[in-house]
T-cell receptor, first 110, second 112 residues
Framework: GQNIDQPTEMTATEGAIVQINCTYQ??????LFWYQQHAGEAPTFLSY????GLEEKGRFSSFLSRSKGYSYLLLKELQMKDSASYLC???????????FGTGTRLTVIP | SQTIHQWPATLVQPVGSPLSLECTVE??????LYWYRQAAGRGLQLLFY??????ISSEVPQNLSASRPQDRQFILSSKKLLLSDSGFYLC???????????FGSGTRLTVV
């Protein structure tokens, strides 16, 4: 089985930095995805972490600790368009599908 | 790269009516395909996945069904919709560039 936890909602100010956490428990683990989903739209790929450490991609970075079952998504220099839900998804060993957390709805305020 | 086409974008259906949502894929042949549902304020729930023509694995109750009549076609159906079937339905296939999934644009279903 698997369990994935994320905060339900977060609010941050334009121009600031926000960190969205994800903890997971799975019987086998290949890697972890982060997706961005604007209201009424499909999720889009942000990052995929397999190894421990931080991966940076422009304003977005994603961190993974396999031993702790923990990941975070770091968004810098927040913009209003970053208001969206952020979904954490686990690629579980032996599974045919990804397992998604419930998502974190981020609201960026002026 | 792969493109997932999904329609309709929005659907309002009465309780007890049938449902058919279609998903077609451009790109790689014989992709794994998935139907997910996202209820309001909830995460993505896997409904069905298919590894090939005629091969369907179900993860949910029997009110919904899926079929894969062709390699690049995946259909979600119901004979009689329930209020609880309302939600945002997403078809997904493999993302060959980033790994993980690429998604169709989704269908917002409201059962009234």
């Amino acid at each position: 089985g698997q369990n994935i936890d994320q905060p339900t909602e977060m609010t941050a100010t334009e121009g600031a930095i926000v960190q969205i956490n994800c903890t997971y428990q799975t019987s086998g683990f290949n890697g972890l995805f982060w997706y961005q989903q604007h209201a009424g739209e499909a999720p889009t790929f942000l990052s995929y972490n397999v190894l421990d450490g931080l991966e940076e991609k422009g304003r977005f970075s994603s961190f993974l600790s396999r031993s702790k079952g923990y990941s975070y998504l770091l968004l810098k220099e927040l913009q209003m368009k970053d208001s969206a839900s952020y979904l954490c998804a686990v690629d579980q060993t032996g599974a045919n599908n990804l397992f998604f957390g419930t998502g974190t709805r981020l609201t960026v305020i002026p | 790269s792969q493109t997932i086409h999904q329609w309709p974008a929005t659907l309002v259906q009465p309780v007890g009516s049938p449902l058919s949502l279609e998903c077609t894929v451009e790109g790689t042949s014989n992709p794994n395909l998935y139907w997910y549902r996202q209820a309001a304020g909830r995460g993505l729930q896997l409904l069905f996945y298919s590894v090939g023509i005629g091969q369907i694995s179900s993860e949910v109750p029997q009110n919904l069904s899926a079929s894969r009549p062709q390699d690049r076609q995946f259909i979600l159906s119901s004979k009689k919709l329930l209020l609880s079937d309302s939600g945002f339905y997403l078809c997904a296939g493999p993302d060959e560039i980033n790994y993980g999934y690429t998604f169709g644009s989704g269908t917002r279903l409201t059962v009234v």
